[in-house]
């Protein structure tokens, strides 16, 4: 059994099957990638996993307890927390601010924007978020505005967020998006090295080949809303169905 496991799970929006009987079991404290055309079903199912979407049919399981039905911030409060594509930050907060509010929203539920200053005051929860922006080699801008960072560093501030909640499964939605290659490289090598260090389970949607080869110890395709193929990096690379329904037959 998996930290993560996906049976069944079907989504219909009018008369468009979005997901089709989707099957997942992600393997605890593995890199498990899930790839696929534009169109296949990826942010779709991605939405189930977080609450943002219920399927029509089907069960979403995590550490053993159902996920379905359950609002983000009770999901978020499970343990699951979530990189998206676009970084969300609160640009007029500092760096340090960001990292120290989710802290909140994890303990108490729902973020509350007017109450944030009560946790500033807590230094056990300072020095964790400070932990943290060392380990992203962020700490020398923990007094800037988040509205100033670069992209790139907006979405290793995204992931400090995420962090510092001590998750048990971070799911990544295309996090190298709009990143020059030396910052894709060092973005593959900072959550390898995250995964290593604090036993965390990652789920990551992305279109790079390059990232996905590089970083995804298990592989799942979507095409159409249906799961047309699931192995290590090496056989999907090989496999004739994933070619056709990814690039139109070209080569990965």
Known sequence: MGILEVSGVNKRFGGLQALGDVNLDIVENT??????????????????????????????????????????????????????????????????ENVVIPCFAKRDGPFRMHAYESVFHENELMDKAESILRDLNMHMKKEMHAGALSRGDKRRLEMAMC??????????????????????????????????????????????????????????VLAQGSIIAEGLPQDIKGNPKVQEAYLGGAQL
């Open 163 to 220: 962090l510092v909640q001590e998750p048990k499964l971070l799911l990544l939605d295309e996090p190298t998006a709009g990143m020059a290659r030396a910052d894709t490289n060092n973005t593959i090598d900072l959550l390898k090295e995250i995964k290593e260090k604090r036993d965390i389970t990652m789920v990551v949607i992305e279109h790079d080949m390059h990232v996905v080869f590089s970083l995804a110890e298990k592989i799942s």
């Open 31 to 96: 890199i498990h990638a899930i790839i696929g055309p534009n169109g296949a079903g990826k942010s779709t199912l991605l939405n189930c996993l977080i609450g943002k979407l219920d399927p029509d049919t089907g069960s979403v399981m995590f550490d053993g307890k159902p996920v379905l039905g359950l609002a983000p911030h009770q999901i978020n409060q499970m343990g699951i927390s979530r990189v998206f594509q676009t970084p969300e930050i609160f640009a007029e907060l500092t760096v340090l």
